[in-house]
């Protein structure tokens, strides 16, 4: 059991989260579940998703794993179907798959810093770049294609998109992972417009720097002590922390609920200590 920062009730709404094998979607699958949803977890991680709903059910909160990824429509559909059966028609998703790829990282900050044999912005890789615009703006659009037909249908519904400080302004390195993410503050945008007739609302959380698998190397060295680039990044954030993934649940929560959000759409909420509001002067 988590600590919920709000109490809002969820009962007898079916919520579809992707990543939810991951830290942060876990995390929200997880609250979710604790304010009487259903729960659809999706990962490709199948054992991840498994272990999180088996975990839940334990507790006695309703949860269903399932392999997905996001980028393969007939698996998409299929787990639709399973999820009908299983829970009952899409009421929320929020489309949390997603992240950079080492392939689509430049190893220098700044061109005029390059070293010989290190990856440097000219040595991107295609396949890496199109890893990671495909996994997080289609890894949105294609699961929203699949699972908002459930809201249409209700006139109702929530969808929950992951941005990221890097959509405000590029971070170093990640141009690939920066520029997809901007897209996915733009496709909230858009989303929101699409379905406004239709009762639909469509937000995005941008979290700030959290510490994750996907971000650990750049920020910890091996042996574990910050890199320069965590000292950067806890420079540029007026509070001088990260963020932690329990602190985006209540945002979360919120902009997901009709009766508190129901005037809230096309919004991209920072959850970030600061670092976006902050121009470091
Ligand atoms: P994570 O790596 O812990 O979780 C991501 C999950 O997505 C993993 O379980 C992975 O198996 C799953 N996944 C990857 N590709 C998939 C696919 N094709 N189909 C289905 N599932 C797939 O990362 P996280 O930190 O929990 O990130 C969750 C979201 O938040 C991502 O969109 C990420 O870009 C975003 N985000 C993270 C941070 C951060 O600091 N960690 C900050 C801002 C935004």
């Not at 929203?144 to 519904?157: E, L, N, R, S």
């Not at 858009?190 to 510490?211: D, E, K, M, Q, S």
Request: aromatic content about 8%; hydrophobic content about 40%; proline content about 3%.
């Amino acid at each position: 059991m988590i600590k919920l920062p709000l109490n809002v009730d969820y009962t007898g709404k079916v919520v579809v989260v992707t990543g939810a094998g991951g830290l942060i979607c876990g995390a929200m699958a997880r609250a979710f579940a604790q304010s009487g949803a259903k729960v659809a977890a999706l990962d490709l991680n199948e054992d991840a998703v498994k272990k999180l709903a088996s975990e839940l059910k334990a507790e006695g909160f309703i949860c269903e794993g399932y392999k997905a990824n996001v980028l393969e429509r007939e698996s998409l559909e299929k787990v639709r179907e399973a999820v009908l059966k299983d829970l009952g028609e899409c009421d929320i998703l929020v489309n949390g798959a997603g992240g950079n790829n080492p392939k689509a990282t430049t190893d220098n900050e700044y061109h005029h810093e390059a070293i010989d044999g290190k990856k440097s912005f000219f040595d991107l890789d295609d396949a890496g770049v199109d890893f990671v615009f495909k996994l997080n703006f289609q890894g949105t659009l294609i699961p929203t294609q699949v699972f908002a037909k459930d809201m249409v249908g209700k006139k109702k519904g929530c969808i929950l998109n992951i941005s990221s400080m890097n959509a405000y302004t590029p971070l170093t390195k990640i141009p690939a992972y920066s520029a997809a993410k901007a897209g996915i503050s733009n496709f909230t945008q858009w989303l929101a417009t699409h379905f406004a007739g239709t009762g639909i609302r469509c937000n995005a959380i941008a979290p700030g720097f959290l510490v994750s698998a996907q971000n650990k190397s750049l920020l910890f060295n091996e042996d574990g002590t910050p890199t320069a680039r965590s000292a950067k990044i806890l420079n540029g954030t007026p509070t001088r922390r990260f963020v932690d993934a329990s602190e985006l649940l209540g945002a979360t929560l919120f902009l997901c609920d009709d009766a508190s959000a129901s005037a809230i759409t096309g919004v991209v909420l920072p959850i970030d200590c600061g670092f976006s509001a902050y121009s470091g002067v």
